[in-house]
């Protein structure tokens, strides 16, 4: 089931009470409250959170942090979690200044000269922090960080577990629970209260789990609503170059729930904010054959057995070498000896994934010259065993493939993470275009735009969203 609701687009069916002049950001309706309507059944909070992922968890937990006493945390899905608790779990976190200027560098160049460049100096100088906060939760981090895919340096940590995200989200619930906040499921929040004049949030619409409307009043409202690579609309509506049948990485096949349908966007740009670089979409080869989110323990090659582009490439060099391919697609080659993801026996068993006792067998199941795919493998051993990639001319790290058994699989691309959203200021607040912030209204996490420009960098998208919701539910704490 995925949950591409109808989003908060609206439809004008929040009653409005008598002789109020409200703008009622989800359904952009200016009433003049002059007609009869129900009593919409309102509460009080402080900080409203929207969203259970990285970001919205971060902010829920920094915003009682920070002294606010009515928290409220809204998550439309049956359970927490988002795309943080189905992913890899790499975050990118730097301590020293020479790293943390690493950082910032790499996250400007790969953005392709689009990331603003004060927001991308706030992910990295706040990653460590972040990092931190997390081991006093509970999380257990691996001694050295690694090479995410998608990403130029060894600078991402993840738990030691194949389920690192769910572990980040297990923890953070864990530490949420053991506070006055309140946290509800099956709640979807539908639209925004402006004040008069639109100046301020003033409240948040919410369809409860009765299928009830109630209206919460809240002096800050932060949006951590994820991205909105499962809306069909917003694709065709930004990036309407993209096939509408394309696949997401968060819901392969497109058989499991995906909240990402850009609800907080869309209520934010009701409500007056500036979106950035909406048609910045990532595509990641991830549903198919790979097995491993760190570079140096799988092979990729074409139809041909041959490597065509280096597995440590950024997302947009590797992006650009498949659709090179006249399959538009690669093989991905693995041993026996590389940690695995948690999709392994998974991948396994419903054949996307096959298993071969000799790389003569891999290549037989791949239809690939076993000769070209001996000489690939063999060259690439050489190349990880000196350090340099005799392909592609680059320094090199990683294990060599040559355990079996060998795990092949196809690979394509996928949708995988929406770099464009809501412009934010590096406090978090929502942003007009004309450069005036929305009072009260804070976003963070893939719901936001800007921190990352054209592209991101493995192991950035949950370092942004632990950043930038933790300033989002100060700021709100603080607003409030
Ligand atoms: C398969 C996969 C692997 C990934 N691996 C990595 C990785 O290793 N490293 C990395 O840096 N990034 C990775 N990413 C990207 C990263 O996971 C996301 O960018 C990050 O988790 C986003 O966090 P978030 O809190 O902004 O949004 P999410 O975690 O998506 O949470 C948003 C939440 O808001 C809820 N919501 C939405 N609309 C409403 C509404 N109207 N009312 C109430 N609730 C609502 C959603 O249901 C969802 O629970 C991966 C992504 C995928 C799909």
Redesign the pocket.
Known sequence: MR?HGR??QGSGEHPVKRRTLFLIAGSGLLTKGLRAAPQLSEEPADVVV???????LSAALAAVDGGARRVVL????PM?????????????AEKTPEGIAGLTNEIIENGEGRADPVLARTLAEGSWAARERLTALGIDWITTPFR?VGSPSARSWNSGSPQS?YDYVQVMMAALRKTSASVRFL????GLLLSEKGKSVEGIYVRTRSGDSILIRARAIVL????FTASGTLLKRFAPQLPPDLE???SAGGELLD???G??ILMAEKAGAKLVDMDALQMLP?AGGRLL?YVGGEVWVNDRGRRFVSEGAGFREIERAIAKQPSKSMWVISDARSPKGATLGLKLMDGTVREAGTLEEAAHGMRVSYSALQETIERYNRSVRKHWDDDFGIPMRGLPVETPPFFYGREHFAL??SCGGIAITPRAEVLRPDGSVIRGLYA????TGGVHGAARV????????FVF?DIAGREAARFA
């Open positions: 949950l989003g908060p929207v969203g259970t992922g990285a970001a919205g809204l998550e439309k899905a927490a979690g988002g795309h943080t608790i189905i992913s890899s779990g790499s975050v990118a995410a995200g709640s979807r929040a539908e951590a609503t994820g991205g997401t990485t968060a909240g990402a349908t609800d907080g991830l989110d995988h993470y963070a996490g893939e719901a493995g192991g950035c998208g949950l370092t942004d969203a919701g």
